[in-house]
Nanobody, 126 residues
Framework: QVQLVESGGGSVQTGGSLRLSCAASTNAYTLSCMGWFRQAPGKEREGVAAIDSDGSTSYADSVKGRFSISKDNAKNTLYLSMNNLKPEDTAMYYC????????????????????WGQGTQVTVSA
């Protein structure tokens, strides 16, 4: 069983930046895809960004140009760098992973990921 532990959430003002981290309990090379999801109060969870074993990435339209997903296989850690944060980015952010890559990242689907972290809260104030 793979365990994922997120960190790095917090409260920032509009225009601020945060970097989320997700530490995996297994060798990152065994995880063909990793991603970030978020869920705001009263809304469904949505895919934010994903990365596959080749380093190819995909982003939700709402975060393109502001968020960047990356991973450090040597540290078994996934990152999400978030810049120019907006109040609508406020949500619980979840790390997810799976051994298998989906056929498409359009959209980034919850059903493509079998392992999930507990989440880290991001709050952006106006």
């Amino acid at each position: 069983q793979v365990q994922l532990v997120e960190s790095g959430g917090g409260s920032v003002q509009t225009g601020g930046s945060l970097r989320l981290s997700c530490a995996a309990s297994t060798n990152a090379y065994t995880l063909s895809c990793m991603g970030w999801f978020r869920q705001a109060p009263g809304k469904e969870r949505e895919g934010v960004a994903a990365i596959d074993s080749d380093g190819s990435t995909s982003y939700a339209d709402s975060v393109k140009g502001r968020f960047s997903i990356s991973k450090d296989n040597a540290k078994n850690t996934l990152y999400l760098s978030m810049n120019n944060l907006k109040p609508e980015d406020t949500a619980m952010y979840y790390c997810a992973a799976d051994e298998f890559e989906p056929g498409s990242w359009d959209p980034i689907r919850e059903s493509d990921f079998g392992y999930w972290g507990q989440g880290t809260q991001v709050t952006v104030s106006a």
